[in-house]
């Protein structure tokens, strides 16, 4: 037991020293390759067209600004390539900072992409794997900010799907052929860990995409999609609840006196400047479009109806002062003195005769006061009841279109 004891540790401090002189001699050649080694020109230049295969490993997303159309994404931009003059056999060499000054990279950039940020600590962010038979792997650390176009038509019940498009920037297809890596994700994240405030991630997913430009050149691309769906919780207690809210107090005109004039037209103003508010917030959310969106739809619907409140009072005050008018006009005709009769009383022994003509004109303005009221009562029970149907059929449609 003792003797493989012994044998087993002169085995492994054997090893040691092997692996440390397999590094240095890799070190070396590397050293010695770069004494010749041109940057500049790729890989197979004039021999045959490169392969370099891309993947984005998402740390995080968002957040989305849907007046400037922009996502914010922070990712591992990883590359795989071939370089024959790196052929170091079956060893491996592995450096950190940046490559660029040392060997060629591919060029490749984001198309729609507004500015990309490189991440930098002691060094910058990037990791260099020269694998055996002349395997390049390149991995560093990227934010990018990429306009994402928005077709907000369904706002807020919209889903977007926000593509970012990589390309090289000076080699087309004939040189450079872009791809995305075989049997693996072309965007690698975890969901418990990409989350994105206000949205919800539904699928991301990679494609090829190559372009024809004026020029005629043909220009290897790849695509990232992300398709996100808006989530409601923000928007119900910023918009939609609000402005409901402010419909229904509208609803108390209908139950104040006719004859309160101030208390009704000051709820009803105050309700519609308090509307006129909440959409102007709304709109500061979103990019100014030249189609209305969802949300402004509901916020208009509800401005009518709180309009239509006003409108209904005016009816009423209408109704109130024709009314008031024909009493008047029926009473200076001579055909009753009970208004007469009424402040200075019976001077003349007609009692009986004042009191049911009194009678008369009090039945008279009550049924005007009735008539009147009468426009309210329909109105307690019809127009909520148009509301609630609007707010389903609203509800409905446009649920229905993000299916």
């Not at 090893?15 to 002189?21: L, T």
């Not at 052929?87 to 060629?104: A, C, K, M, V």
């Not at 409901?244 to 103003?269: G, N, S």
Request: proline share 3%; charged share 20%; with cysteine.
């Amino acid at each position: 037991m003792h003797l493989m004891s012994l044998l087993l540790l002169l085995t492994m401090f054997a090893k040691k020293p092997n692996a440390q002189a397999n590094d240095s001699w890799v070190s070396q050649q590397f050293t010695e390759r770069l004494k010749t080694y041109d940057k500049r020109v790729r890989p197979f230049a004039n021999k045959a067209r490169l392969n370099v295969s891309m993947q984005l490993g998402v740390i995080g997303l968002g957040p989305i600004d849907s007046v400037s159309l922009t996502l914010r994404i922070d990712v591992y931009f990883r590359h795989w390539w071939k370089d024959e003059r790196l052929n170091f056999g079956e060893s491996q060499l592995t450096f950190n900072g940046d490559p660029s000054g040392l060997i060629w990279l591919p060029d490749t950039f984001g198309y729609n992409t507004v500015k990309t940020e490189e991440h930098k600590a002691l060094n910058v962010l990037s990791r260099t794997i020269l694998g055996p038979n002349g395997a390049v792997y390149i991995s560093a650390r990227f934010t990018m900010i990429s306009f994402c176009k928005m077709d907000l038509a369904n706002y807020p019940f919209d889903e977007q799907t926000c593509t970012i498009q990589f390309e090289s920037y000076s080699y087309t297809d004939r040189d450079i052929h872009l791809l995305w890596k075989e049997n693996e994700p072309a965007l690698a994240y975890r969901p418990d860990h990409v989350q994105l405030s206000g949205y919800e991630v539904v699928n991301v997913s990679g494609r090829r995409n190559d372009i024809l430009y004026q020029s005629g050149e043909v220009y290897s691309a790849v695509l990232a999609e992300i398709r996100l769906r808006r989530t409601l919780t923000y928007h119900l207690f910023t918009g939609y609840m609000p402005s409901v809210f402010l419909v229904v107090l509208t609803w108390a005109t209908f139950w104040i006196p006719a004859d309160a004039v101030p208390a009704r037209v000051t709820l009803i103003v105050t309700n519609f400047l308090s509307t006129v508010f909440v959409i102007q917030q709304e709109l500061g959310k979103i990019i100014r479009v030249d189609y209305t969106t969802a949300m402004q739809l509901l916020l208009m619907a509800n401005l009518i109806f709180v309009s239509l409140a006003m409108v209904e009072y005016l009816i009423v005050l209408n109704i109130t002062i024709k009314k008031k008018t024909k009493d008047i006009k029926y009473i200076s005709n001579g055909r009753t003195n009970d208004c007469v009769l009424e402040e200075m009383g019976d001077a003349n022994g007609k009692k009986e005769e004042d009191n049911q003509t009194s009678e008369d004109g009090y039945k008279r303005k009550r049924f005007s006061i009735e008539e009147v009221h009468k426009v309210d009562y329909y109105c307690r029970i019809a127009v909520p009841i148009v509301y609630v149907i609007f707010l389903s059929a609203y509800v409905g449609y446009y649920k229905s279109r993000t299916r």
